[in-house]
């Protein structure tokens, strides 16, 4: 099927999935459980063949230009992967975007959302695939990678292709002006408006996430307008790979040039990235992953609009709660998920030197500090479901940040090793939790990414919200949480997360955690930290993305 085709066949989901942006509910297009029931008998065994059938092999994908291939990926839990990529070069790609530019403009904003939905249908109808790649690439478990990496990745990325369709018709396409003249006809006018790219994208994608924090750079610049090259990481090239295969054959087979969308792997050390965003025809770059790389970014791609997702001081303030045995659960679990390996994950937990009040009576802050590691204990104390809430260390860098925080003094709780009863050489670790004075600011405003956080002595709960404020706003962070039965705490807190550019959630102690969000209602980033440029998604994360160029004529 042709574009205009293509947007017909998916026009009832596109209106659907436009109004969902809009009354911000609940409301997913894609199936998060990986049941029978859903996707059907064969799709999960489908899947598996699937992915096995690519190990040990060259990846079977056309990329422009290629010069030899590069297998780069370990699985962290041990299975051994072998793929092959064409390893890219940076300006052969380039000038492929340009060349597919042109036609890729002349599909309009309706024909490029028709075939980016088909491409999520197809990307969702592979998710078994997709599964066992985001889960030995990334270390997550397979549960975990079916839903973030799988359908809630697809939910971000259709939520993008929303906002991008929304904002690219908002303008008629075709008007018609007339001004009235004294005495005579009036004079008038045809005009029509046409949505143009602003130019080569680049998505740059991390290792942890590479499909969740991918999908929304990638359709958002599709839809208005931009041929897109594919950077991932080099230790998890698999997810990105499979996502551009089916890219281009919908683009093949909607009539269009496939180098719309390519894949650039690389070699670690090539510095393939660097050298894309700098090139004076890329003119858009998202990315994800270090504070380091990405304020390079925001500093050098000048030429370009860059959008980035960095990590931050994710913060707990806790004030009091009348469910401590929720909180404790809560928390404990947010701490675990993936070994701490999302960029949402509270890192600073900020606890009066008082201590707080709960429905079990005063606990002091060591108290608290106790009753966490226990929680964490409870949760984690059969393996298989620890393994199954943890994962696998995604990569030596994590391992070594809990090592070196593991030998700080004041570890209340220490991290331990868990055996995957499925997977005997994977790497997987409980999460470190050390209590720390306010006065170690060296310690906790230094980011640790992975399954570490600290327990933050304060003077007060007042003393808490203004050292949460000024780290935040120096530091960055994606996520924030306040526990309090007080109003005015919580009123307190509000406004200091205002001040301080970042999400607040409040007295969680049930089956929602701080560090997840849902598509096409909570908003992920914000922009107005260091630790992001941008929010997921709203209209700032489309609208530099393109231009509206109007031509006219006598009628």
Known sequence: MNPAELYETH????????????????????????????????????????FTALLGKPFPIDVPGATGTVSTERSPYGLELAVSYPRADPLALIAAARAAAPGWRAAGPEGRAGVAAEILRRINAASFEMAHAVQHTTGQAFVMAFQAGGAHAQDRGLEAVAYALAATTRLPARSSWAKPQRGGDPLTL??????VGRGVSVVIGCTTFPTWNSYPGLFASLVTGNPVIVKPHPGAVLPLAITVRICREVLAEAGLNPDVVTLAAEEPGDGIAATLATH????????????????????????????????????????????????????????????GQMCTTPQNILVSRD????????????????????????????????????????????????TEASGLPGVIHPSAVVADPAFATALIRTPVVAAVDVADEKVYTREW?????????????????????????????????VHSTSHSVIADAREAALDAGVHLSENLTGGVFVNQTAAFSDLHGTGANPAATAALTDDWFVAGRFFTLQSRRHS
């Open 449 to 481: 990414f992975g399954p570490v956080s600290f327990l933050i002595t304060t003077e007060s709960t007042a003393d808490s919200l203004r050292i949460f404020t000024e780290t935040v706003r120096a530091h960055g962070a994606l996520s924030a949480l």
């Open 190 to 195: 045809e005009k029509t408006a046409t949505v």
């Open 355 to 402: 201590g707080i009040d709960t429905d079990a009576g005063r606990r002091s802050a060591a108290e608290f500090g106790a009753d966490l590691a226990a929680a964490l204990d409870e949760l984690l104390g059969d393996p298989a479901r620890a393994a199954g809430t943890l994962g696998a260390i995604v990569n030596d860098g994590v391992l070594s940040r809990v």
């Open 11 to 50: 026009r009832d989901l596109l209106a659907r999935a436009v109004e969902a942006t809009v009354a911000r509910d609940y409301w997913s297009a894609f199936p998060e459980s990986p049941s029978k029931s859903v996707y059907g008998e064969e799709a999960a065994p489908a899947g598996e063949r699937a």
């Open 280 to 339: 004076p025809d890329v003119r858009i770059v998202d990315f994800t992953g270090s504070s380091e790389f990405g304020d390079w970014l925001e500093a050098n791609a000048r030429q370009a609009v860059v959008y980035t997702e960095k990590a931050g001081l994710n913060t707990v303030i806790v004030d009091s709660t009348a469910d401590y045995r929720g909180l404790l659960r809560n928390l404990a679990f947010s701490l675990s998920l993936y070994s």
